[in-house]
């Protein structure tokens, strides 16, 4: 779902890097070009406002596609065709400038310079915020509504920390079981994230039981159940890793490696189902 808030907050710095330009820019043709300062300035101004208007395009390219960019996602949002002629012409010549000078090493003269900047800064600062806000508009009706005014990006950040965690205990698990109970840092780093895991999980518990109204208890996880937001199934697995957090965030207190194992293998993929039937509750409430 779009973040609004990055998105404003990306928007204004960037708006902030092409006001600068502009200020050089409004001291003329000529003063540019015999004031060596004025380039550099200007380019590094381009620069940064370019890395804020890349994460905007990589934001929106995910809502728009559903699928990830690593990478030039302001020459793809101008392929999308989701902005007017002017802007998206605008964002192909930016990306382009971008590529020139950072991955091609080419230098442009002051001349061309101002010139390209000029045109980048002129269209950007009169159109780009009036429309992003249109997009934006556009996106979010076609959104599902959440069933609880949460944090969205915070619960996103959680559940991407619950998600590594499982995958890399898994990777310890994948290896036979004599290998990981008498291998030191297997049992150490599985601990170690099974206590990032709990962590975030609860974090997401509480937050939802907050932002519903209640107030969060011990057994946050059994809350859950009883609120009809996760299923009993899915509290019983992770509830059974999940009362052991002080211990295994105390280096100094033994827990029988065989038993970790067995413990994790028989449940840390329940933590992922924790995060699938939150994501559901939240865009259908309850079911």
């Given at each position: 779902m779009i973040d609004v808030q990055f998105l404003n907050d990306k928007a204004s710095k960037m708006n902030?890097?092409?006001k600068k330009v502009e200020k050089i820019i409004s001291m003329g043709k000529d003063s540019f070009i015999s004031t060596p300062m004025y380039p550099d300035r200007t380019q590094y101004y381009l620069i940064s406002a370019y890395n804020e208007l890349e994460e905007i395009a990589c934001h929106l390219l995910k809502e728009i596609t559903g699928e990830k960019s690593k990478g030039n996602c302001v020459r793809k949002l101008s392929e999308e065709q989701i902005f007017s002629e002017k802007i998206n012409r605008v964002l192909s010549d930016f990306s382009k400038y971008i590529a020139d000078i950072m991955e091609n090493r080419n230098s442009y003269s002051p001349e061309e310079l101002f010139i390209t900047a000029r045109e980048i800064v002129k269209i950007l600062r009169e159109r780009f915020?009036?429309?992003?806000?249109?997009?934006?508009?556009?996106?979010k009706e076609r959104e599902p509504k959440l069933?609880?005014?949460?944090?969205l990006r915070k619960i996103q950040t959680h559940a991407k920390a619950v998600k590594s965690s499982v995958r890399k205990i898994s990777n310890f698990l994948n290896f036979p079981k004599?290998?990981?109970i008498n291998t030191p840092l297997f049992i150490d780093r599985a601990r170690y994230f099974s206590v990032v895991?709990?962590?975030?999980?609860l974090w997401i518990?509480?937050?939802?039981?907050r932002k519903s109204g209640?107030?969060?208890r011990k057994d946050c996880f059994k809350q859950l159940v009883e609120e009809g937001i996760?299923?009993?199934?899915?509290?019983?697995?992770?509830?059974?890793?999940a009362q052991l957090r002080e211990v295994f965030a105390d280096p100094s207190t033994e827990f029988d490696s065989e038993k970790l194992y067995r413990l994790l293998k028989e449940n840390i993929s329940h933590f992922l189902n924790f995060i699938s039937e939150i994501s559901r509750y939240l865009v259908k409430g309850r079911s």
């Open positions: 902030l890097f092409l915020i009036k429309e992003l806000a249109g997009v934006v508009k556009e996106i069933s609880v005014p949460v944090n004599e290998e990981f895991l709990i962590d975030s999980s518990c509480r937050h939802i039981l209640k107030k969060p996760i299923s009993e199934e899915t509290e019983k697995h992770i509830s059974q890793i």
